[in-house]
Structures are given as structure tokens and as C-alpha cells.
């Protein structure tokens, strides 16, 4: 019915909750990547990360969606984070805090039936003085430092921790654990070192268990995978090895409304500070999305969004609310208001955004903004 014109036109979906956008969470990619990453550890299980709300993705989706595919392990890490998530999960999952706890939190965490990971003498003591007051057994995992000298007992404290738990019956340590510092780097030497410290601290504790990979650490060697994988950014499909290609599979896509379209002459000044000036005429559109979005603000005069693979520079400094791209490379008329252009997709993944804007995936991901309709599917 509508004349040719009309026929190379971008559809316009009717933006539902008065979002400026969609962020589509895939879940059946989550679960194919929980399925693949479980593979090449098994017979060793796999925990999930869902700290910071899985990445922005939403602990209660993620982490209801990987129970239902057999994950009973799920590490945050706040203590707050293990509040809000367990009510959303059957008893028979258990919930980590990486953290561990903060003083004053020790009895609503035995309330609630949350298991600390212990990174201090201090910490021990104070869940073991716990569990004494409440003539209870109280679960708990030990994290040591390895030689991340980030979080987890010292190597001086071992002794001290040893003596602790002969002598205490107040605890039940269900796994030791560590973090390595370097797993996306499968040529850092960093990571040897840690497996060795991680041997020595094995044979100072020989009765427990050890969990040791993340995302990173999966791809090293089986010598890294212990009894339980903690993978975050694997899962949500992020790399989690540089120089390899990803075997992930995208979780995340960011479509984003077009507000307004222009066209400018030769010398225009776009965006705050006037700092992109157009070298010829030039057809822009502005995005309903910027860096309180999630669209990070280094990449001003950087990076792009896509349309039907066509790339569409990002012109100007990103703004709060909004992003100017030049569209000049698609058929005039092709966008126009409401439309909607792809920041996270087909066309561009999570790392390619990430290294356009000299950040890494994490921080994408755990940056994207509320105002987008969110949709799991
Ligand atoms: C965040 C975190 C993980 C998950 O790391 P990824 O690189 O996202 O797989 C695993 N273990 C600990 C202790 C962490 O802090």
C-alpha cells in the first residue's frame, strides 16, 4: 500500500513503559552458556556470579533461570545483595557472600541462612564467637590470598586459622577457595604462581575441597578448575580470554530510540563544547540514551551504534540523556523519530563497545541504565 519511499524505512516498535529503548536479555543464551561452561568442568560443578545484580542483568531472572538448569551455588558480593536474593530461591540453593561480613551482620546472616566467605582471622573469629552464641554449627567457606593481595587470609594468618578450626568445632567449612588475579591472560605467569600457592595452602588444609576458576580460570586448564567454577562474565557473554576467539553466545541487546533527526551544513558544531565540527553536510540523529544510561562518555567522538550493519559514528560528546550519530551513510529517510538503532547486537558485542570506550565489559554491562524497557527472553 505505501509507495517505495516507505519500503527502506526502519519499523518503529511502539516503546512500551515509556522506555527510550529495549535491553533484551536472552536467557535461553545464559542457560546455553551455563550448559557450556558446566561441560568443560565437569565432573567439577558450576556456581553462578550474580554479584551486582548479575552484572545488570538481574539476579532474580538469572539466578532463578540457572537453578532451574541445576545451579545450587550463587555468589554475591555484599551481604545485602545475599538479603535481596534469598527469598527468590528455593531453599535448596545456597547463596555466597564474597565479601563476607561486615561486623554487625553475623546473626541476620544465620537467620537467613547465608553462607559467609571467610577472608580474615577477623572474620572467622567473629562468625565462630556467632555460632557459639547461638549454640549453633554455621557453615562457611575460606578464601585465601593467593597473590591477588585483594581479599582472603594471609599466608601468615594459615597457622593461626589451622589452630582455629582444630580447636572450634563451632564451624563447618564446606570448600576453600581462592581468586586469580590474571585468568584472562592465559600467557601470565601470575597464574602459575597462584596455582602453586593454592597446592600449598591445599596441603595445609587437605580436608576441604577447593574451588578456584572464574570465567578466566576455566579456559586455563583443568589444574584450575577445583570441585566448583564461579564464572561471571562468561556467562552474560563476555570474553573471558583475551586472544581467543569467544565461544559465548551474546546474553545482552540494547535497540535505542531515535528522538530526533537533522540535517546539518559544513562547519556545524555537534554536542556540549562544540568539539565535533561536521566537514561537510552531514545527516544526524539523536539517541534517546546516553552516559546515565550506560553509554559511557569516552565514547565521545568515538565508537558507534548500527543499522541493519550499516555503522553509525557517534558523533559529539555523549550526553546525559542523549547521543548524537551521523547517519549520513544510510539512504536518506531511513531513520526518522521513533526508530531505533542498535547499540548491543548482531553488529556490535559487548567487548567491541567495551574497547571503543577503553573500558572492559564488566563495567558496560554493570553500568547499563534503568530507563531502558527491559525484556527477558
Ligand atoms: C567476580 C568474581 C568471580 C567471577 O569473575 P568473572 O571474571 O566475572 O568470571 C569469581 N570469583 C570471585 C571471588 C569474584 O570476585
Redesign the pocket.
Known amino acids: 500500500m505505501n509507495g517505495g519511499m516507505m519500503d527502506f524505512r526502519a519499523p518503529k516498535l511502539a516503546l512500551e513503559s515509556g522506555a527510550c529503548g529495549y535491553l533484551t536479555i536472552d536467557l535461553d543464551a545464559l542457560c546455553r552458556n551455563y550448559e557450556t561452561l558446566s561441560s568443560i568442568v565437569a565432573p567439577a560443578r558450576t556456581a553462578a ?1 550474580v ?1 551486582a545484580d548479575s552484572y545488570g542483568l538481574g539476579a532474580a531472572q538469572v539466578s532463578r533461570t540457572l537453578y532451574d538448569r541445576g545451579c545450587r551455588h550463587f ?1 554475591v ?1 555484599h551481604f545485602i545483595e545475599a538479603l535481596r536474593l534469598r527469598p527468590q530461591l528455593p531453599g535448596d540453593a545456597t547463596i555466597f557472600v ?1 565479601n563476607g561480613l561486615l561486623p554487625g551482620n553475623e546473626a541476620t546472616c544465620a537467620d537467613g541462612g547465608i553462607v559467609p566467605v571467610i577472608n580474615s582471622l577477623e572474620q572467622l573469629q567473629q562468625w565462630a564467637e556467632t555460632a557459639c552464641a547461638l549454640r549453633r554449627k554455621l557453615p562457611a567457606v575460606l578464601q585465601f590470598d593467593t597473590g591477588m593481595s585483594r581479599l582472603g587470609i594471609q599466608p601468615e594468618d594459615r597457622n593461626a586459622v589451622a589452630d582455629h578450626l582444630r580447636t572450634s568445632e563451632h564451624l563447618e567449612i564446606l570448600f576453600i577457595m581462592s ?1 586469580l588475579a590474571s585468568a584472562d591472560e592465559v600467557d601470565n605467569t601470575q597464574n602459575a604462581d597462584q596455582l602453586a600457592e593454592m597446592h600449598r595452602v591445599s596441603a595445609e588444609f587437605p580436608d576441604y575441597d577447593v574451588s578456584f576458576a ?3 580460570g576455566i579456559f586455563l586448564s583443568e589444574d584450575f578448575h577445583g570441585v566448583l567454577a ?5 556467562l552474560y557473554g563476555g570474553t ?1 580470554t583475551s586472544d581467543v576467539a569467544n565461544p559465548m553466545e551474546a546474553v545482552v541487546r540494547l535497540d535505542v530510540a531515535v528522538v530526533q533527526t537533522r540535517t546539518v551544513p559544513e562547519g556545524a558544531r555537534v554536542g556540549y563544547g562544540g568539539v565535533h565540527v561536521t566537514k561537510g553536510e552531514t545527516r544526524l540523529a539523536t539517541i534517546a540514551a546516553g552516559y546515565a544510561d550506560g553509554l559511557p562518555r569516552s565514547l565521545s567522538d568515538r565508537g558507534a551504534v548500527y543499522y541493519n550493519g550499516v555503522r553509525l559514528p557517534i558523533v559529539g560528546r555523549v550526553s546525559m540523556d542523549s547521543t548524537t550519530i551521523d547517519i549520513s551513510a544510510l539512504p536518506e529517510g531511513t531513520l526518522s523519530f521513533g526508530s531505533m538503532v542498535e547499540v548491543l547486537g548482531d553488529h556490535q558485542t559487548l567487548d567491541d563497545l567495551a574497547r571503543d570506550a577503553g573500558l572492559i565489559s ?1 563495567e558496560i554491562l554493570t553500568s547499563l541504565g534503568h530507563r531502558f524497557h527491559r525484556q527477558y527472553r
Not at 564461579?230 to 562468561?234: D, F, L, N, V
Request: proline share 6%.
Open positions: 556470579v554479584k555468589f558480593a564474597l581468586h572464574n570465567s578466566g564461579r564464572p561471571g562474565i562468561a573471558a564488566y
